[in-house]
C-alpha cells in the first residue's frame, strides 16, 4: 500500500468507443471530493494523450494519470509515462471508457468505475506490469500483439454496427466470412513451437483482448514472460472464437499455448504480415516481426 497520491491529472479522450463527458467530470468530482488536488484534460487528437502524459512526467507533475478512455488511450499514455524520467513516473490509473477495455478488466475484473476509483485513491497499490517491444519497430505493446484473425478484425471495426464489446464481436464474426489460414512459423526463446497453416497468434501480457475474448487464460501482468497463444487450422474457426471467450480452446487440437522472453511470428507464404499490436496495425510490409519483454516497466495502480 502506498499514500494517497499528493496530485492527480485525468486524461479523458472523446473519441473513445464509449467516452461520456459526464463520467470524466464526475471522475474529477470525486477525486476532488476526495481532498486531492485534480486537473481535468480532454484530447483534442491522435496522440494528444501521449504528450500530456510526458508533460506529465516533468517537475511538479501528477503522482497519478488517470485514463478516462479505451484501451487505445491506455496505450497512449503509457507510451508517453515511458518517455520520462524513471524517478519521475506517475502511477496510471486506467477506467473504462471505451469499446473493449481490456486492461481495466485485467486489473478490476468486472467491478464498477466508481468502487475502482474509490479503492485507487483510498488504499493505492502500485503493480509494476510487463510491457512487449516489437524489435522491428521500437514501439511498445500494453495488452499484447496479434496476427491473423484478431489482427483482421480490426480492419472491419469501424464499420461493424453496434457499441463496445458487440461492436468488436460483428466484426470478428464478419471477418470469419472471407478468412482463410495462412502459412506462418512461431519460436519462443528461439524454439519453434509451430509452423504451417495459422489462423492466430496472439502475444502478451494480459489474458483478454477485445473486451470479451481471453486468448492467453494463464498470463500474468508481472511474471516477466510472454504468453503466446497458437491457433492453427485443425480447431474449426467458429469453434475456436466460441471456445476463447473464456480460455477453453487451450489443449484442444492445433493451439499451442507457450510463454518466453523473446516470440518471433512469421509468415512463410512470401507475403506480408497481418499484424497488430494493442489494436494498432502494422504496415511494414513485413513477414516476421519479433517481441521482447520488458519486465515491470509500467506503474499501474490496482487491487
Not at 167 to 177: E, H, K, L, P
Request: positive net charge; aromatic residues 4%; glycine residues 12%.
Amino acid at each position: 500500500m502506498s499514500p494517497s497520491p499528493k496530485s492527480v491529472l485525468v486524461v479523458a479522450n472523446p473519441a473513445a468507443g464509449t467516452h461520456s463527458r459526464e463520467m470524466a467530470h464526475e471522475v474529477a468530482r470525486r477525486i476532488a471530493g476526495a481532498g486531492t488536488p485534480v486537473e481535468l484534460a480532454v484530447t483534442e487528437r491522435p496522440g494528444h494523450a501521449r504528450q500530456l502524459a510526458r508533460a506529465a512526467g516533468g517537475p511538479g507533475g501528477p503522482a497519478v494519470l488517470v485514463c478516462v478512455g479505451g484501451d487505445g488511450t491506455a496505450h497512449e499514455i503509457m507510451t508517453g509515462l515511458l518517455a520520462g524520467r524513471e524517478e519521475r513516473r506517475a502511477a496510471l490509473l486506467v477506467l473504462p471508457g471505451g469499446r473493449g477495455n481490456s486492461f481495466y478488466r485485467e486489473l478490476w475484473s468486472d467491478r464498477p468505475w466508481p468502487a475502482a476509483l474509490e479503492a485507487a485513491l483510498s488504499a493505492p497499490h502500485v503493480r509494476r506490469v510487463d510491457l512487449a517491444r516489437i524489435a522491428e519497430t521500437g514501439e511498445l505493446a500494453l495488452l499484447g500483439a496479434s496476427s491473423g484473425l484478431a489482427a483482421q478484425a480490426l480492419t472491419s471495426v469501424r464499420d461493424a454496427l453496434g457499441t463496445g464489446r458487440r461492436r468488436y464481436q460483428t466484426a470478428v464474426a464478419r471477418t470469419m466470412i472471407a478468412f482463410r489460414p495462412y502459412r506462418g512459423r512461431v519460436s519462443v526463446d528461439g524454439v519453434v513451437v509451430q509452423s504451417g497453416a495459422t489462423v492466430s497468434v496472439l502475444v502478451g501480457g494480459g489474458r483478454r483482448r477485445g473486451g470479451q475474448f481471453m486468448p492467453l487464460p494463464c498470463s500474468v501482468l508481472d511474471d516477466g514472460l510472454l504468453d503466446i497463444c497458437v491457433a492453427g487450422a485443425e480447431l474449426p474457426l467458429r469453434d475456436m472464437v466460441r471456445l476463447s471467450r473464456d480460455g477453453s480452446h487451450v489443449g484442444r487440437d492445433g493451439v499451442v499455448y507457450a510463454r518466453g522472453r523473446r516470440v518471433v511470428v512469421e509468415r512463410t507464404d512470401g507475403e506480408p504480415l497481418f499484424f497488430e499490436h494493442d489494436g494498432d496495425l502494422l504496415y511494414t510490409g513485413s513477414a516476421r516481426y519479433t517481441l521482447d519483454v520488458v519486465p515491470r516497466a509500467l506503474p499501474v495502480l490496482a487491487p
